[in-house]
């Protein structure tokens, strides 16, 4: 499974590779520029000597291919996640790695205008801090999501006891679904949707069962 999913992720990180190259040295060209006369828009009003038409033609290169590496990237993760867990649940993390490497595009391409990214990044900082605290729960459950397919404690199927304080005691069932939020275990008592935050901290396996009142583990089903 491993070797599937490398094998149909490998020619979209090449891609990715390829066209960060550009972006990295479209950045380059442009920096030059910026060191010398604080932004490359300065002067546009002037004449477009050659240098200036470059470090333009750098910026939009570095826009350009850096936008086509995220989405390279973006493409080589979930398609690799999809092989591997056997379904299309890859639509939260392709967000997050959209999120961020446009980010690391918008940022530099701003500085290379001469935008003054002081104030922009303290008012983006106060608005990361509260919407952190408000999604705090359900970030901690999709980066616990993303350990557990990681780590693969257990694999869809698998009959498991999870005992966990954060789960408010003991799970017993067979995983029928390993998601980026919830873990999906099907129990005697029906279908139960547990938090992966919990799940991460649970201890797995039959010794993970309660002991009864006499001090004896009970038996595994």
Not at 16 to 40: D, H, N, Q
Not at 110 to 137: E, H, K, R, S
């Amino acid at each position: 499974m491993k070797e599937a999913s490398a094998r149909v992720a490998r020619p979209h990180l090449f891609r990715a590779a390829f066209w960060a190259i550009c972006a990295a040295a479209g950045l380059v060209g442009a920096s030059v520029w910026k060191e010398e006369r604080g932004g490359i828009l300065d002067g546009l009003q002037g004449d477009l000597e050659l240098r200036h038409a470059a470090a333009i033609g750098g910026w939009i290169l570095f826009v350009g291919a850096g936008i086509i590496a995220v989405r390279a990237l973006m493409r080589a993760a979930t398609r690799a996640v999809e092989v591997r867990l056997g379904d299309a649940r890859s639509g939260p993390l392709a967000l997050v790695i959209q999120g961020i490497g446009y980010l690391l595009v918008l940022l530099p391409a701003l500085d290379l205008l001469g935008v003054d990214l002081a104030g922009l990044l303290l008012g983006g900082a106060i608005t990361g801090v509260a919407l952190g605290i408000a999604a705090q729960q359900t970030l901690g459950n999709f980066f616990a999501g993303i350990v557990i397919m990681l780590v693969r404690p257990f694999s869809v199927g698998d009959y498991v006891i999870l005992r966990s304080g954060p789960l408010g005691g003991e799970y017993e069932g067979t995983v029928t679904e390993i998601g980026f939020f919830y873990l999906d275990l099907a129990t005697d008592r029906g279908p139960v949707a547990l938090p992966n935050a919990g799940v991460l901290t649970a201890a797995v396996g039959p010794g993970a069962r309660a002991a009864d009142p006499g001090g004896e583990e009970e038996a595994p089903a």
